[in-house]
């Protein structure tokens, strides 16, 4: 059974850092793209952060370009977010998610956590 359970959100003031955590178990990261999507309040979810299967390649979206680096340890399975120079409207839940295959992508996900919430206040 596979699980993803993602860790590391908390309260943050603008400026901070954090690190989110998204420990994977039933699967292995060699063969599937993981990524990292969030949820604003009252808005969609969307996906900012991805790595292939292969670990060669990564990928973000314009709004955390250079403030946000995805991970990953093959060791212990798991996949990081660490957000630096956070925003306010960096607040959202944050969900890990794993695509079966090599390409990056945000559809066609085969797993999700259950979430981690982000919080910096204005």
């Known amino acids: 059974q596979v699980q993803l359970v993602e860790s590391g959100g908390g309260l943050v003031q603008p400026g901070g850092s954090l690190r989110l955590s998204c420990a994977a178990s039933g699967l292995t990261l060699d063969r599937y793209s993981m990524a990292w999507l969030r949820q604003a309040p009252g808005k969609g979810r969307e996906g900012i952060s991805c790595?292939?299967?292969?670990?060669?390649?990564?990928f973000y979206t314009d709004s955390i370009k250079g403030r946000f680096t995805i991970s990953r340890n093959t060791a212990n399975n798991t996949v990081y977010l660490q957000m630096n120079s956070l925003k306010p409207e960096d607040t959202a839940n944050y969900y890990c998610a794993a695509r079966s295959g090599r390409l990056c992508l945000y559809d066609g996900l085969d797993y999700w956590g259950k979430g981690t919430l982000v919080t910096v206040p204005s």
């Open positions: 790595i292939t299967s292969s670990g060669g390649s990564t």
